[in-house]
């Protein structure tokens, strides 16, 4: 029965692995989408839709979460062996992985997100030939919600794995 679970778990934990794959690419692409047409003027009596560069950093934060999510469904999977498991193999493994953490991607995702406000703030800036104070708040505030998901989520995803050390 024991092996049943593992199996079960691995099994999940590669479904999410694939599912937080595609969401990562959804991001990219949907954003990139986003920030490319904000940034067309289509014709020359100046018809734009710079309004979509307002969406691409809400957008990109959204996926942010979505992403996370399935990050802690595959952590807590991997809290799960490392504490309950019965397989001295797997619970070194996990512990090993715990200590050797890819903070590749962490940064990378971090510094896409970053790179999406700067982005929008730059083309909607040359669409407008101007920043207002409202188009400041509103982007200072996705901001905040962005810095407030990555902090909270980190601290969730380091609670998963210093669990086990109390």
Partial sequence: MAEDIVDSLRREISETQKRREKLNTLK?????????????????????????????????????LLILGEHFSI?????FFRTECGDKGEKEWQVFVRKKRDIFFKYGSIGFTVLIFLAAIVLLWM????????????????????LTVTIWGRIALNKLDNDDDK
Avoid at 36 to 53: R, S
Avoid at 75 to 79: D, K, L, P, S, V
């Fill in 28 to 64: 990219l692409t949907f954003v990139t989408g986003l920030l490319g047409l904000g940034g067309v003027k289509f014709d020359d009596n100046g018809a734009t839709t710079y309004q979509l560069l307002y969406l691409a950093p809400l957008v990109g934060v959204f996926f942010d």
């Fill in 75 to 79: 952590r807590r999977i991997g809290a």
């Fill in 127 to 146: 669409s407008q030939n101007s920043f207002t104070i409202r188009d400041g708040i509103w982007f200072f505030m996705i901001f905040l919600v962005f």
